[in-house]
């Protein structure tokens, strides 16, 4: 995907704070990311690294309090998203940009019938008459392989299995035809085995339909296999962003790397001993001012608990990485660059 | 590896745990009167070995049973049949009294570590209670004792004092670990002890389960549905479908080889973090959900999903065909290359 193609989605700056008792808790801190149309972008990190909260702020759809959007511009369609007025943003949310949330269990709701989940944006947003969305129902159950569609539209969330419901969810989301859908870890709910049919059933869906999509999942493997691009997440930051061979075959990122050697596989050899990455993620209670990795990292030296390492290209056309080994000038030997 | 040979000169050959034709089922209950109608057949008749240092993976999708097996084996629940013999003590059947004296020699590590912690108990105490429990120990025995298992399992010492709602989820895991250690334990089942961990600190949890194993000669059943960890932790491998097992071998032929088609499916289907070899995979794509163990199809249980299901599947349950090596798939497709046989066999690792 060149870069120099317009995003259809532009997010600069985001900043996204909680207010809780024990203190501010930063979870997205200066993100900036882009999509293009038609591409899927893979969101990578642990809990708590900012990456449901980067997308869910997007939309605005964190409770405030306690969530606070401190600074940032979000770009769609040619409107700043955090400034448009309630009304406009409701004509943006589930219509022209849907979301798939984790677990299909809690967001559907159990005492309406999937007939009428389905049939709600469709009335709501593109005015149809309940016949019309009906029809058109139907339409998106047999689009996501839902056996029997016209009996099923009767039946509550609690009569269909997760992988099914999951189905549902994504019939609802892409009910409008949106042109950006963002799947906060749709799989990781489920088995391997219906894993393997949602995301056949996606990459089916992105060839007949186009739209472009932003996948959160904490799973490597996944995103290997239907990214274009992945963006690597970490105490609310990017740490590195890269078309996805690049980031697999070649992470720049000390967090991308260990994270990518810490994951056991299932074909070919078999490490005597997995990889650990030490300590756990930090709470950010503050805005980082130095690098949130640097007490976990192996390569870390003394400017990296100085500064925040800001996002830099790196050889690759659209790779970029945070960090000080990267910048030449900085880096206090040229053996640590290399391990 | 040199640990599993070193315990197999100390303790003569045999397995420690042995398991014959266990079966649970839950009962239901339905109407006014809430007479019994049908049975939930979580566990359905299964039978393996696992000998003294080894460890067994149990892998296997969401409802097909193998959290149930792990507590059937430890009689946290009261089994339907079957047998569980544990260093030589059936446990499946006996009293209370009996059992409760056994139980030091059995122990758990939960998914959970945020719901198996008491919350308002300090780490100490937790550490504590089964010392408590069943050995007599004066104070500074007993606290030294909990300074020791923190020490095993990587816990400073001054969190002896600290609530798990103070640690973070490895953190806490470890505390769960050193619960199951206080009574020197022979055996642990892990029922998904890393299911609930980040990726990062999952490995942390599965290094630290090798080390204790090597150090205390432990022999682990470690139920996951995580393949590319219990590849890389278990020496020997069952996988579980809808109350049975399916295939049981050992670690590199299951992965190398898979013979049942489940067994099949879903390695196939577990993604690899390697974009070049992600788009060549073309995973088996098993067609709908798994049925309810209420209600299991007739013949084989995976029938009504096998992309290679024969008539014979719908009709009669396959038999167990034993491939010699350890390695038992219970599939009609062998049934002609094949003998069949009624004993698990414990596998070659330990040889």
């Known amino acids: ?339 | 590896m040199v640990d599993i040979e070193h315990g197999a000169e100390v303790e003569p050959a045999r397995p420690l745990v042995k398991i014959r034709d266990l079966k649970m089922y839950f009962p239901i209950h339905s109407g006014l009167f809430r007479t019994h109608v049908g049975d939930v057949k979580a566990v359905d008749g299964i039978s393996f070995d696992i000998m003294p240092g080894e460890t067994l993976g149990l892998v296997g999708e969401s409802g097909c049973g193998k959290s149930t097996v792990g507590r059937s084996i430890l009689r946290l629940y009261d089994v339907t049949a079957g047998t569980v013999e544990i260093n030589g003590f059936e446990i499946a059947h006996v009293d209370r009294d009996s059992l409760r004296s056994k139980r030091p020699m059995m122990q758990m590590i939960f998914q959970d570590p945020q719901a198996s912690l008491n919350p308002r108990m300090t780490v100490a105490n937790i550490i504590g209670e089964p010392l408590d429990e069943h050995m007599k120990l004066s104070p500074e025995e007993r606290l030294a004792r909990i300074y020791e298992l923190m020490d095993w399992v990587g816990l400073n010492h001054v969190f002896a004092k600290r609530y798990p709602h103070e640690f973070s989820g490895g953190q806490r895991q470890r505390i769960g670990v050193a619960r199951a250690l206080a009574l020197n334990p022979k055996f642990i089942v892990c029922d998904e002890p890393i299911a609930a961990l980040d990726v990062s600190i999952q490995a942390q949890v599965v290094n630290l389960l090798e080390n204790l194993q090597k150090r205390l000669n432990l022999t682990y059943l470690f139920i996951s549905h995580d393949l590319s960890m219990v590849r890389h932790i278990a020496d020997r491998v069952a996988v579980m479908y809808l109350g049975r097992i399916v295939e049981i071998a050992s670690r590199e032929k299951l992965f190398a080889e898979p013979l049942h088609p489940y067994t099949q499916a879903l390695l196939s289907a577990v993604p690899e973090p390697d974009p070049e070899s992600e788009r060549n995979r073309k995973p088996i794509v098993l067609q709908g959900d798994v049925p309810s163990p209420a209600n299991p199809p007739k013949g084989c249980n995976f029938s009504t999903r096998c992309p290679k299901v024969m008539d014979i599947c719908r009709q009669i349950e396959p038999g167990i065909y034993d491939f010699g090596d350890g390695r038992q798939v219970a599939c009609h497709l062998y049934s002609e290359s094949m003998t069949m046989t009624g004993e698990p066999t414990a596998g070659e690792t330990t040889n």
């Open chain 1, 1 to 339: 995907m060149p870069d120099t193609a317009m995003p259809i989605l532009d997010v600069q700056g985001l900043r996204t704070v909680f207010r809780t008792r024990g203190g501010e808790v930063h979870a997205v801190n200066s993100v900036d990311f882009h999509l293009h149309p038609g591409e899927l972008l893979g969101v990578v990190g642990e809990s708590g690294s900012g990456k449901s909260v980067t997308m869910m702020s997007l939309l605005r759809l964190l409770p405030s309090p306690p969530a606070e959007m401190r600074d940032g511009k979000v770009m769609f369609d040619g409107q700043d998203l955090l400034k448009i007025s309630p009304e406009q943003l409701r004509k943006v949310r589930g219509s022209k940009i849907g979301f798939i949330f984790q677990d299909p269990m809690t967001s559907l709701n159990p005492v309406y019938t999937i007939g009428f989940q389905l049939a709600e944006p469709l009335r709501a947003h593109l005015g149809m008459s309940k016949p019309q969305a009906r029809a058109r129902s139907i339409e998106l159950l047999q689009l996501v392989g839902i056996p029997d569609p016209e009996r099923r539209l009767k039946d509550y969330p609690h009569q269909f299995s997760g992988g099914m419901r999951q189905r549902v969810m994504i019939a609802i989301a892409l009910a409008c035809d949106p042109q950006v859908l963002i799947a906060d870890e749709p799989t990781t709910a489920l088995d391997v085995t219906i894993q393997a049919q949602i995301i056949e059933l996606v990459k089916e869906l992105r060839r007949k339909l186009g739209m472009a999509i932003i996948w959160i999942t904490h799973d490597l493997g996944v995103i290997a296999g239907i990214a274009d691009r992945v963006m690597v997440m970490y105490a609310g930051q990017v740490v590195e962003e890269g078309p996805v061979n690049e980031i697999f075959k070649d992470p720049q990122h000390p967090y991308t790397q260990a994270l990518l050697k810490t994951v056991p596989a299932v074909r070919g050899p078999r490490a005597e001993r997995l990889q650990v990455i030490e300590g756990q993620p930090p709470i950010m209670y503050e805005a980082p001012v130095a690098c949130s990795f640097r007490n976990r990292c192996q390569y870390a030296f003394a400017k990296c608990a100085m500064e925040n390492p800001a996002l830099v290209p790196v050889s690759a056309p659209g790779h970029r990485a945070a960090c000080f080994l990267l910048d030449k000038v900085a880096m206090p030997e040229p053996e640590a660059a290399n391990g």
